[in-house]
């Protein structure tokens, strides 16, 4: 489910809470009885609110840690290119082949989150990339210094391959689904309770759904950060496409 539609249903269940809540008999109870609720949403209140910060805090540090893979893989690519550069004209080949490489990596790490069905598959290297990497073994050094180059240029892409790993393994959503099911549970019962003891007016109404959408608002934001590579939050793919220009034929 992606993060539209579950932070439409938390509006939902949130104002629906609280809708519900507006009509029961809440004016009746005693002080003692009032008391009690007010005592017991306060606690729920404080709970959801710690927990609704330490989702943002962690969806945010998540989001920020795949950005900073992103931009090492781009900077990687970059160093990996000027190092066969300076191996000699014989590398232009295998520098073809690793732009093509690059556009492949781009388009799968930006599409495995645009459908549930391709978060099931297994990882598997793209024949671009196989190509690439097959091609930069069998380069024959003729001196040191291109030996020192091809080991370089083979220990990053090496590097660039682990990180690539690692991102794809990171795709699917980190917040399980109970934890999130939890947590809109306690907004739809503190929401419920702001209704129990107001009576109904225009003014409440607009009060309890700007209310209501701030709370699906933030559950979105965490649904989102935790998703870089797709939504409206994702990692912009261009540094990465556009990091090597073409080759002269």
């Not at 609280?18 to 729920?44: C, N, Q, W, Y």
């Not at 990687?76 to 000699?88: C, M, R, T």
């Not at 109970?178 to 409440?204: D, E, N, Q, Y």
Request: hydrophobic share 50%; with cysteine.
């Amino acid at each position: 489910m992606n993060a539209i539609a579950l932070s439409g249903i938390t509006f939902v269940c949130i104002a629906g809470g609280a809708l519900f809540g507006m009509f029961l008999p809440g004016h009746h109870l005693s002080t003692d009885e009032k008391d009690v609720v007010r005592l017991g949403t306060g606690l729920i209140g404080t709970i959801a609110a710690l927990v609704l910060g330490l989702l943002i805090g962690s969806a945010k540090g998540s989001y920020d840690t795949q950005s900073t893979q992103v931009t090492h893989m781009t900077s990687s690519v970059v160093v990996l290119d000027n190092l066969l550069a300076q191996y000699g004209p014989e590398t232009n080949d295998v520098r073809r082949l690793l732009r093509r490489s690059v556009a492949v990596l781009a388009d799968r790490m930006w599409r495995e989150n645009s459908s549930e069905a391709a978060k099931g598959t297994p990882f598997e290297a793209s024949a671009a990339s196989e190509a690439f990497f097959t091609k930069l073994q069998q380069l024959s050094p003729q001196n040191d210094a291109q030996r020192s180059v091809q080991a370089r240029a083979v220990q990053i892409a090496t590097d660039i391959a682990q990180t690539r790993l690692l991102l794809f393994a990171q795709t699917s959503n980190s917040i399980p689904m109970p934890f999130l099911v939890v947590l809109i549970f306690w907004l739809t019962i503190i929401f419920g309770s702001l209704g129990l003891f107001a009576k109904p007016s225009t003014t409440v109404f607009c009060a309890l759904f700007v209310f209501a959408l701030s709370a699906a608002g933030a559950i979105y934001l965490v649904l989102e950060l935790g998703q870089p590579f797709a939504g409206l939050m994702q990692i912009s793919n261009a540094p990465l496409r556009n990091a090597l220009t073409p080759l002269s034929p």
